[in-house]
């Protein structure tokens, strides 16, 4: 079946601009997760959503950032007035359980370029 | 914060050697996985290793994992250039249901034919 798909693969936009980045997980998947990682680094999580549970949005650098995941399924990450430093590769992944009992499954993300 | 930390950061060697890759972390834990990166690409899973367990094989992977110690290593054994990628371990937090997993910051692997 189909992996975790993201859109776009790639975005330039300009400083203070808004911009949605969307993540479709596996059918099924019940938790959702997304990452940040800027060039060379390691992953920061973001923001992690599990079934119906309040999501897990200690991982937000600002308030500029939010999430939803309508319907338990397609998410998307809003950024607002984005900055130079938002740059990055946001990834998505999804587990079809709680992510200690079984492994992430990752999109190949989307690359944000803030000019 | 549960972070792992992998050591070394980077790491050179060639074809039919062995690389090993550490992993330390500062909480208890549920369980610890591995996972690859190769450049541009999203992260795939390699295995997963429970609080109970010591050891783990798949393939020409082996994991081991000291709770006393809170550190867990990567082997791969017999290298192979395809084997060049970041490698990257991820914690939860024992006894806390729906924790997010947190990734440490990679080990980066050149294997040299």
């Known amino acids: 079946g189909a992996g975790v798909s993201q859109s776009p693969s790639n975005k330039v936009t300009e400083k203070g601009k808004d911009v949605e980045l969307r993540c479709d997980p596996i059918?099924?998947?019940?938790?959702l997760y997304w990452y940040r990682q800027s060039l060379g680094q390691g992953l920061e999580f973001l923001i992690y959503f599990q079934g119906n549970s309040a999501p897990d949005k200690s991982g937000l650098p600002s308030d500029r950032f939010s999430a939803e995941r309508t319907g338990g399924s397609v998410s998307t990450l809003t950024i607002q007035r984005t900055q130079q430093e938002d740059s990055a590769v946001y990834l998505c992944?999804?587990?079809?359980?709680?992510?200690?009992?079984?492994?992430?499954?990752f999109g190949n993300g989307t690359r944000l370029t803030v000019t | 914060s549960q972070q792992g930390e992998e050591d070394p950061q980077a790491l050179s060697i060639q074809e039919g050697e062995n690389a090993t890759m550490n992993c330390s972390y500062k909480?208890?834990?549920?369980?610890l996985q591995w996972y690859r990166q190769n450049s541009g690409r999203g992260l795939v899973h390699l295995i997963l290793i429970r609080s109970n367990e010591r050891e783990k094989h798949s393939g020409r992977l082996r994991v081991t994992l000291d709770t006393s110690k809170k550190s867990s290593s990567l082997l791969i054994t017999a290298s192979r250039a395809a084997d060049t990628a970041s490698y990257f371990c991820?914690?939860?937090?024992?006894?806390?249901?729906?924790?997010?997993?947190?990734f440490g910051k990679g080990t980066t692997l050149s294997v040299s034919s």
């Open positions: 909480t208890s834990i549920n369980n």
């Open positions: 992944a999804s587990s079809g359980q709680a992510a200690y009992n079984s492994p992430l499954h």
């Open positions: 991820a914690t939860d937090a024992a006894n806390q249901a729906g924790t997010a997993l947190i």
């Open positions: 059918s099924g998947h019940t938790a």
